[in-house]
């Protein structure tokens, strides 16, 4: 069993329980924890294939479990305040598609590169063009200040329910694994 890095994990740490945050702060927080997994895994060479590896599948769960919180506690809510959010369901199925090239390429190859590029660009699109600065400013001028409290209590709560989640854990190394055997 492969352990993580001291510096992998605090990064990954959930809010302490009695700091309550707006739905908003808790995704854009959450969206840093993605910024900062992807700038480390750019910043590690083809050389280092077992870190871009170990990195990769990091980015892999938290990607996936960002998107299972905002399509369970935040987007069914917010659906009716902008439409923006049909548009965001959209942008997490080219996530997904991306996440599994990149988890299919070899990390000392060049195809890796370009497969985490463009899962960089998607990323930063949707998460920074679209949602924080353009859905998100437009969900707190429109949306309860109360419920957005009370979302992002929900957020954090299932977000540390997936990390700790062992079912979670085997479901995404499986998925993992079957990703990569289909690239052979």
């Given at each position: 069993?492969?352990?993580?890095?001291?510096?992998?994990?605090?990064?990954?740490?959930?809010?302490?329980?009695q700091?309550?945050?707006?739905?908003?702060?808790?995704?854009?927080?959450h969206?840093?924890?993605?910024?900062?997994?992807?700038?480390?895994?750019?910043?590690?060479?083809?050389?280092?294939?077992?870190?871009?590896?170990?990195?990769?599948?990091?980015l892999?769960?938290?990607?996936?479990?960002?998107?299972?919180?905002?399509?369970s506690?935040?987007?069914?809510?917010?659906?009716?305040?902008?439409?923006?959010?049909?548009?965001?369901w959209?942008?997490?199925?080219?996530?997904?598609?991306?996440?599994?090239?990149?988890?299919?390429?070899?990390?000392?190859?060049?195809?890796?590169?370009?497969?985490?590029?463009?899962?960089?660009?998607?990323?930063?699109?949707?998460?920074?063009?679209?949602?924080?600065?353009?859905?998100?400013?437009?969900?707190?001028?429109?949306?309860?200040?109360?419920?957005?409290?009370?979302?992002?209590?929900?957020?954090?709560?299932?977000?540390?329910?997936?990390?700790?989640?062992?079912?979670?854990?085997?479901?995404?190394?499986?998925?993992?694994?079957?990703?990569?055997?289909?690239?052979?």
């Amino acid at each position: 069993m492969r352990r993580r890095s001291q510096a992998l994990t605090e990064t990954r740490e959930a809010p302490p329980p009695q700091e309550r945050k707006k739905a908003t702060r808790v995704l854009v927080e959450h969206h840093e924890v993605l910024r900062e997994l992807m700038r480390r895994l750019l910043e590690t060479p083809r050389s280092e294939p077992g870190r871009r590896r170990v990195l990769a599948d990091e980015l892999f769960d938290e990607l996936w479990m960002h998107e299972r919180i905002e399509e369970s506690v935040f987007y069914p809510v917010m659906r009716d305040v902008t439409p923006a959010i049909a548009a965001a369901w959209s942008e997490h199925r080219q996530l997904s598609d991306q996440l599994a090239a990149l988890t299919r390429a070899d990390p000392q190859t060049e195809w890796f590169d370009r497969e985490l590029g463009v899962l960089r660009d998607a990323l930063e699109s949707h998460a920074h063009l679209d949602e924080e600065l353009q859905t998100f400013p437009e969900i707190e001028r429109f949306a309860n200040e109360e419920l957005l409290v009370e979302l992002g209590d929900r957020l954090q709560m299932r977000l540390k329910s997936l990390r700790s989640s062992r079912r979670v854990r085997r479901f995404l190394r499986l998925q993992r694994a079957l990703l990569r055997r289909t690239a052979r």
